[in-house]
């Protein structure tokens, strides 16, 4: 209970630094004609104010004109903020969730694209410049709202043609652009977006939050959703999202404390109560979860994710064959790849390794998936057979082999696979620090430009460790040989001062 707390403070300090940082990207905005105005006639009143205090002669007609220009500031200043003409609907949490719109095959998206272009000008390039852009607008987020992206990009674009300043055509293209991984037009959108709005109305804090969401910017997405829910608190599948964005972010306990908030205020939402089923198994609250479970005991029969959570609470209570008899039942509903992955990593936290083992197994026959191997490399390091687990960390870092449905790719995972590494190694006295420079025009185009740190007891032992990572990344083409000129001593603060695991450290930024 003690160490919950703790976890709970530290990350309610995270939330804190959050806030700070929503409020300086608020700041950043520019200031509108009428807020402009505003600033000079406060200025401009403040400074003649203080000629007419100098003068007693001109107090009596100064002095009371530089209050109404003070006051007459203040209110232009207020008046002229930014309003959203539209509102960005928020989607229901099942929506947003399990988009309703199905994503189209690569090869039809630019005839699909063609389509929709085609109808949106027979419907609206006979109007005029201004009301085109709103309407197209308009039909954009109308597009966001069934969480049809695709929809949505066509509109967004189209808007920010007719009119290249539109505020809700860029809010609205960014969200569609994150959705298809499009990641730098969308910070250029937001950015945009930022500067004139300050993300400081529900429908841009919402669009920024969405778009970070769909992008995996986790931090952004938990600031801005926070603003989100200041703005207009009576939206609680915000709190849901929040539970979402905090629980990738490692934040477990104030994912648990939003999931639950969002649960009582909307209890026949059955994905919600899921969610939540599923963090607090990850917390541990297994008798908590058990009467959630009851809520949606008509489901277990038919969702894979009830099924999941039933198969992780009986491992945690220890009953492990109705745990077995739960993971049979989804492997026999036509399960993932990597929903087998995820029960691999269930059975090696239950220490149940014989099982564990053949669920990652299972799951690279079908394809390559690099967290089965490193759950598997894992499993031979206590089965004290590193040579095994080696060979497992080294293919998990193969990016020539594209990764399964739903897996995470190697440089996702590239941290993680590097400390697996380490930990192969006994720590050692004597080790230096180096340095070394990827190519910009190296292969993989990953690592271009990166600077990786490794400790080595000297610059030879440092080239082999690098060149073995570099082999393993794109094992069956020629080996990139990293010249001595792209090598150097790290600086001395960097340096170890005592026994440390010799290898690639990571990126060193």
């Not at 709970?8 to 409020?23: M, V």
């Not at 400074?47 to 003070?70: M, Q, T, W």
């Not at 006994?426 to 993989?444: H, T």
């Not at 794109?474 to 990139?480: F, G, H, I, N, R």
Request: overall charge positive; some cysteine.
């Amino acid at each position: 209970m003690e160490l919950q707390k703790l976890i709970a403070e530290r990350e309610r300090k995270d939330s804190r630094s959050l806030e700070r940082f929503s409020r300086k990207v608020g700041q950043h905005a520019n200031l509108r004609p009428w807020q402009r105005f505003g600033v000079l006639l406060v200025l401009s009143g403040i400074l003649f104010g203080f000629v007419g205090f100098a003068s007693k002669e001109l107090a009596i007609v100064v002095v009371p004109c530089s209050l109404a220009a003070i006051v007459v500031g203040v209110i232009s200043f207020r008046v002229g903020k930014y309003r959203d003409r539209i509102e960005l609907t928020l989607p229901s949490y099942e929506k947003l969730v399990h988009p309703p719109q199905a994503r189209p095959a690569k090869e039809k998206i630019q005839e699909l694209e063609d389509e929709i272009a085609t109808e949106l000008a027979k419907r609206f390039d006979q109007e005029r410049k201004s009301k085109r852009a709103m309407l197209l607008a308009k039909e954009s987020y109308a597009a966001l709202e069934d969480c049809d992206y695709l929809r949505a990009y066509v509109a967004g674009r189209a808007c920010l043609k007719v009119d290249k300043k539109s505020v809700e055509g860029a809010l609205a293209l960014a969200v569609a652009c994150a959705s298809y991984g499009q990641i730098q037009n969308m910070a250029k959108l937001l950015a945009f977006v930022q500067k004139h709005t300050g993300f400081k109305t529900f429908s841009t804090a919402w669009g920024a939050a969405w778009a970070a969401l769909l992008a995996g910017d986790l931090v952004r997405a938990e600031a801005m959703l926070e603003r989100a829910l200041k703005l207009q608190p009576q939206k609680t599948t915000l709190l849901s999202l929040l539970a979402i964005a905090q629980s990738r972010r490692g934040k477990l306990q104030s994912s648990i404390m939003n999931a639950r908030q969002a649960c009582e205020a909307d209890p026949a939402s059955r994905g919600k109560t899921k969610f939540l089923i599923a963090r607090l198994l990850d917390g541990g609250f297994t008798h908590e979860a058990q009467e959630k479970v009851e809520r949606v005991q008509s489901d277990l029969d038919t969702d894979l994710e009830l099924m999941f959570s039933m198969s992780q609470l009986h491992l945690l209570k220890r009953n492990y064959t109705e745990a077995d008899q739960w993971t049979a039942r989804i492997k026999q509903s036509g399960v993932s790849a990597q929903l087998l992955v995820r029960l691999g990593k269930l059975y090696e936290t239950a220490r149940l390794k014989d099982q564990a083992t053949t669920l990652y197994q299972e799951a690279l026959s079908v394809d390559h998936f690099p967290e089965a191997h490193l759950g598997l490399g894992r499993l031979e390091v206590e089965r004290n057979n590193k040579t095994a687990a080696r060979k497992h960390i080294l293919a998990a870092l193969n990016v020539d082999r594209p990764v399964g449905k739903e897996g995470v790719t190697t440089w996702q995972m590239l941290t993680p696979i590097l400390t697996q590494m380490l930990g192969l190694h006994d720590p050692v006295l004597n080790c230096r620090a180096w340095i070394a420079s990827f190519p910009s025009d190296g292969q993989p185009v990953n690592l271009a430009g990166q600077r990786f740190m490794v400790y080595a007891s000297d610059l030879s032992q440092a080239q082999e460790y690098f060149q073995t990572m570099l082999n393993a990344f794109q094992p069956e083409k020629p080996p990139l040989i990293m010249p001595q000129s792209n090598w150097s001593v790290a600086p001395r603060p960097l340096q170890p001062d005592g026994p440390v695991r010799p290898g690639v450290q990571g990126i060193w930024k």
